[in-house]
């Protein structure tokens, strides 16, 4: 790059610096939100993010997608163009970044909060005793997903097909125990049970005529009634494994879980068989399970509180100049003013309230839009992040 050209990106880069309420991160949930509605991240949105982040703005990815799924968003971001300096995922449960700065590793950890698979399978084993047509699919950090019954897989696979085959069809995992997506369990609750962390339970209730209230309200008074009485022995030092621990903010699995209960992410379809005239196979309800600690912002603090505490010991902050340049994260403390976030859904919720500027798209949750500063004329098919990239960020080099 010309003399001129990285004098010109390191204005930009003070310039960030010298206004502390000016955008200076992102941070992006996944589905629905930085994908279209077919998977993809549009050529525009990541135009735009390359700019933000040459800039000097630090691109966040926050999700409730688990630890494998993130990184392999991250990693095809960076691919792009678009560095990415933190994933929060499992809706804040874990924190990934990158050590170097660089943001390509995204090897160390911050575990914020997550219950443990002995404290999950006493609360699965009383639901299971009260909605009997009940399956479930526990996300178990490091290893992917525990299921119960064939019945969820077929489930997936029959009422939401793009879903299976993107992500029920296996994947590695970085402790070297591989589970097969699209197989179920066969000793379920023990494999629960040996589980140091889970990042979140799915429900479905595959009983005819079943409704969303009614699961909700089951499922959430089990989810009640076991919190007084579980405890996580892997927490009060018996021999089940304790998982490495992150640098800053880390917390053992919680030791009397407190689990919510939302309605489910995962949209899942009638299915009209032999015809349009034919008869329609219901869709089984679905909720989540998580613990109450899970939220994205919380994850997002753990971010800012790594960024400020490196600045406050003098360590640098801005990582390794790029070949443009420009710092990947302009410096000075980091906090939720300096955030746009980008969120669809409930799982949202939290960060949209946290972050100071804060966008939903046109066909978001409801709730999503009630919660955010803005909601947005486009959708997530229409470049909607790019669009408030615009305008909130006035700073960004032109392309």
Known sequence: MSLLGRSASSLLARSIAAHPSRVRAVALDLDGTLCTSTGDISDGTVASLRRFAAGGGR??????????????VAAALAERGVPVSDIVTSDGGLVLYDPSGGGGTWDAMTFCGMPSGRAVASVLERVAARVPEASFAVEVEGEGLLVSRAAYIDAIRIHNRPFFEKMMLGRPSSSGVHRPRAVPSSDFFGELRAAPRVAWVRCLDHSPGASLEALTSRVAEECSAAAGGVTDAGAQGDDSPTP???????????????????????????????GVDGDIRRAPVAVTIRSVDDDKSRGLEAVCRRVNAAATSGAATTGTP???????????????????AFGDATNDLGMLRWARRSVCPANGREDAKAAAKEVSPFTNDEDFIAEALERYCSWMPVP
């Open 59 to 72: 691109v966040v990815i926050a999700t409730g997608r688990g630890r494998h799924h993130s990184v392999g």
């Open 244 to 274: 490495p621990l992150g640098e800053v903010g880390s917390v053992n699995p919680t030791p009397t879980p407190v689990l919510v209960v939302t309605p489910s992410t995962l949209k899942l379809t009638d299915e009209v068989v032999g």
């Open 322 to 340: 790029d070949s443009r340049g420009a710092p990947p994260h302009a410096g000075g403390a980091l906090e939720a003013c300096h955030f746009v």
